[in-house]
């Protein structure tokens, strides 16, 4: 079976930006794993340590579970996300333990090093699946084979210097929509926190208006997630876009498509 599997930084991030594709990418029959690298310690201005950790890793369980998504466990905390030797070794573990056929990850630049640094394990763990002399912890095969890792938008459609990002697809996210907005909603520990620290008055109604915004920015869906793709070089053949099984579910942006090839 053809599997997806989307990689973020913490509970909830797949919810805001890529939860719509990886349940479209399931209704095509591919099988679909989630994994958040931090535990989500730090998303709390209420809850200790021991307490924030074990509820958000049971509400991201229960997200997975409505998504119908197989869930891996976080290993690291919150800020302690690193691009390190040993991280990218468990990393690519995994990987390699999946095999998938699609990742989903953050933006190369976005608001937090948490984001750019998962973005860069997930890359580097799947550039070197098929590397027989790369040994990953614990120690997996090796396996060759095409994988085409896409990057989600960034939370606020902008980079770290406030610079629109403009993706070169869109998935059409409207099918599923409730099912994306219930499995955010089992994230319930965010209400008060991403109130505080970030002045969302309801992170569910922001994910909403994201999620129109894309939709806007596709001028087809209404509610979508935006996605570009990674450079081909060892992951696949050059023309690898399994994204487009979804047929008209997926709309590549041609002019962005233009623009990177210089033809404009």
Known sequence: MKTAF?????????????AGTLLMLKRAGYEIHYMNIGSGNCGSTIHDYDTIKEIRLREGRKAAE???AHFYPPFRDDMEIMYDL???????????DVRPDIVLTHSPSDYMEDHTNTCRLAVS???ARGMRNFTSAPSRPAAEYDCVVYHA?????????????????????????????GALKAHQSQHHW??????????????????LMVGDMSKKFTHAEGW???????????????????????FIDET???DLLGER
């Open 66 to 68: 409505i998504l119908g």
């Open 86 to 96: 040993e991280t990218l070794k468990h990393v690519s573990a995994i990987i390699r």
């Open 153 to 181: 938008l960034p939370h606020s459609l902008t980079d770290n210097l406030r610079r629109v990002i403009t993706p070169g697809a869109f998935v059409n996210t409207t099918p599923v929509f409730e099912t994306k907005m």
């Open 256 to 258: 962005y498509e233009q």
């Open 194 to 211: 991403l109130g505080v620290s970030q002045k969302l008055n309801s992170y569910l109604q922001t994910m909403e208006d994201l999620s």
């Open 228 to 250: 570009r793709r990674h450079l081909h070089y060892g992951f696949s053949e050059s023309n690898a876009d399994p994204l487009t099984e979804l047929g008209e579910d997926y």
């Open 6 to 18: 989307a990689i973020a930084a913490h509970p909830d991030d797949i919810e805001f930006m890529m």
């Open 125 to 127: 763990a799947t550039f």
